[in-house]
């Protein structure tokens, strides 16, 4: 595993994880051949706009629908350059990175007291293969060396494997139903354990 990105804390954090793909067309999906290839999850920078377009051009419809709770034709430049906000004062950006595409983004942005919203997304073929995992851990790991206590975030009801994967991880979350969307609190000091190699597998 390779540790060696800068973030705005200071410490430099490149982590590289492996996950498992499958490979070759006109199969059963979980039955084609498996391999595995490096994904790494970095900070984003200004440079990776054309890296997250392409990502949300590969994404469903439904997946942007779940991430910014608005069915978008196309996710706007003004959203985009929010992803990717010089400012990182009170807030922070992550992508992962998989055969030199951008296939994920998280961020957080402080609110006050301990607390930081955060927001994730995964393009359609990356998904439950552990790059959400892996992008949620570390942006865990940055906010809580700013002090940051809790995650909070808004999800859509019907959005389970986003929900699944929170209560995976955060054995203390709560989640109360917020116009028409579930408000889930994740206390970081409940993150689960990470995998020794981290080699995450099948999680989300």
């Not at 892996?134 to 700013?146: I, M, V």
Request: aromatic share 6%; hydrophobic share 40%.
């Amino acid at each position: 595993m390779n540790d060696s990105i800068t973030g705005i804390t200071g410490n430099p954090r490149e982590v590289t994880t492996t996950v498992p793909v499958d490979v070759g067309t006109g199969r059963t999906p979980g039955q084609g051949l498996r391999t595995e290839t490096r994904v790494s999850i970095r900070v984003a920078t200004h440079l990776d706009g054309e890296g997250l377009r392409g990502m949300f051009s590969r994404s469903s419809a439904e997946t942007i629908h779940r991430r910014f709770h608005t069915p978008f034709p196309q996710v706007p430049e003004w959203m985009l350059a929010l992803m990717l906000d010089a400012d990182r004062t009170d807030k922070e950006f992550l992508v992962a990175v998989a055969d030199g595409k951008v296939v994920g983004h998280a961020m957080y942005a402080m609110l006050g007291g301990g607390e930081a919203e955060m927001a994730i997304v995964v393009e359609d073929g990356w998904q439950s293969k552990g790059v959400g995992k892996a992008l949620l851990r570390e942006l865990a790991a940055d906010a809580g060396r700013r002090g940051v206590q809790t995650f909070v975030g808004s999800v859509l009801t019907d959005n389970r494997p986003m929900l699944g994967l929170i209560g995976a991880m955060f054995a203390g979350s709560r989640r109360a139903f917020d116009d028409g969307a579930y408000l889930v609190r994740m206390p970081l000091e409940t993150l689960e354990p990470a995998a020794p190699e981290r080699n995450l597998g099948r999680a989300a």
